[in-house]
């Protein structure tokens, strides 16, 4: 990052310490060391910095399960670890941590999981700071009548669906809850369908209201919900519709997206005409995909034309982390870069086989995904074990417990997807390169997916993202569209939820059997965290848990 914009560096911290969730009232607000609530709010340029440019300071963050990317034990590894696309092995002494790596991928969290029920709060907290921060701007509108205002409103409101668009995605039906003020033992679950009813239509009424500018740049707007952040999450929205809109996802029927229809625009649309309409919203801003791929996740990637969403780095500003890259790289290998490492995440056997690994269709995004084989510093010399012989990681001896194995340590293709920034501090996690949440390259992909699920085609789309590359087209089926947001969306994020959406989630894969019932879908959603449940006993536990 070049130029820290006036989000995060000027914000005076009113909002800090409005709602410290604990396990005893996760929505129980508890502001201590905070500015006086006439002190922040005197004028309208205090008003942004307090009601809404201080929200942004919880988009990243720096212990687990905080923020949205870049920490650990958080939504990230919600989603990727309980999939076939990564796996964190055991490798003797490292990575069992009392089997929650393990249970992750077996889809064995339980009811008690510490990261499920911290992921939950840190969620809620910024969904109750958004509405704390609406209540404020509202009783400033009583006495002032500022321009900027509906703009302001209309910033908060987006924000908070974007939580509760995690919020669902992750726990299915859940508290609705639209004041701060709310006592722990008046709020009730809500539908899913109720849920994804009310962020659809945050989103699409506040859209308008946003600036239509690129959030990934420097400037007055980086690190921002702008419009065509908005849009990707109604695209997104609308894409898993036939999910978000079935409020019992473990009997034998599903809503049908031919069948779901929304007011678009003034236009009637049907779920996938609807993710169509929003992709092409995008477009008309002016993204477009990076003719170099690994531009948009390069040291100082503020430029790309591709990334719609990021979460802002700078390693001297303030303190968002990036683990990824650290934990998965072998020890060896992060010192001979001047760093730290981990020797943790690996891709699985089935991600192998996606990217055609060894074989002559290899995919060539595979060699900007991993690292496998002899593993070379950034001088080209080879890096070496403690014994003196070359650092070399196995790809296909990866699974779940490599213990007592001979390549215990070395097992596994490893997470290389961003650049490595040589002035990185805190053993790598504080870098430049800006994490990237929301791309282009997805717009195509889901519009792709769209016309294929309404029964058109989608090879354009899907061969824009493969041309890029340089491999051959393929014509626009679901498997291969599954198959391409693999290889196109390695460590991003999004594979559990695509798996969901395709209905291969549940199913058995290398080093991970089927669960007893599981074929009913339970785990699609996780279960709402026990401790917080049993402060509204009337709740009832999610099917299946």
Known sequence: ???????????????????????????????????????????????????????????????????????????YDLNTFTTDEAIMPTRGGDWYDGGFWQGLFLHKWGINNDAIQATWEYLYKV???????????????????????????????????????????????????????????????????????????????????????????SGNYYGRLTRPVAYFLLAKLALNAEIYMDNNWVDDTHPDGKTIFFDVDGNTFNAWQT???YCDQITALGYRLESDYSAN????????????????????????????????????????????????????????????YETNEQDPRFDYCYYAGTVYDLKGNVVKLDDGTALVYEPWKVKLDLSDEPYEKTAGARMKKYEIDDKAMKDGKLMENDIVLFRYADVLLMKSEAKVRDGRNGDEELNQVRTRVGVPERTATLDNIL?????????????????????????????????????????????????????????ERHPGY
Request: with cysteine; glycine share 6%; hydrophobic share 35%.
């Open 275 to 277: 993710v169509e309409f």
């Open 483 to 539: 198959a391409e947001r693999q290889l196109e969306l390695a460590w991003e994020g999004w594979r559990r939820q695509d798996l969901i959406r395709f209905g291969q989630f549940t199913r058995s894969y290398n080093s991970r059997p089927q669960l007893p019932n599981e074929e009913s879908g339970y785990t699609i959603v996780f279960p709402i965290p026990e401790k917080i449940r049993q402060m509204n006993p009337e709740w």
């Open 127 to 217: 969904v109750m700071l958004s509405n704390k921060s609406l209540e404020q701007i509202e009783s400033y509108a009583l006495t002032h009548a500022d321009a900027e205002l509906p703009a302001y409103r209309a910033e908060v409101r987006a924000l908070r669906a974007m939580y509760y668009y995690y919020l669902t995605d992750l726990f299915g039906s859940i508290p609705l809850v639209l004041s701060s003020k709310v006592a722990s033992k008046d709020i009730v679950l809500s539908e899913r369908e109720n849920i994804f009813n009310f962020i659809f239509k945050e989103l699409q009424e506040a859209a308008p209201l946003l600036p239509a500018q690129f959030s990934n740049r």
């Open 1 to 75: 990052m070049k130029r820290y914009s006036i989000i995060r560096s000027f914000c005076i911290l009113v909002t800090l310490s409005w709602c410290m969730i604990s396990c005893d009232s996760f929505l129980k607000e508890n502001p201590r060391d905070a500015l006086p609530e006439e002190e922040g709010y005197r004028n309208i340029t205090e008003l942004y910095l307090n009601a809404v440019a201080s929200l942004y300071n919880y988009i990243g963050g720096n212990s687990d399960s905080q923020g949205l990317q870049g920490t650990g034990r958080g939504i």
């Open 297 to 356: 996740f390069a040291v100082y990637n503020e430029g790309s034309v591709e990334n719609i969403f990021t979460i802002p780095m700078n390693k001297t500003l303030y303190t968002n982390q990036m683990q990824y890259l650290f934990r998965s790289r072998h020890y060896n290998h992060a010192k001979a870069l001047g760093l730290s490492g981990e020797n943790g995440s690996s891709a699985t056997i089935e991600a192998l086989q996606t990217f055609g």
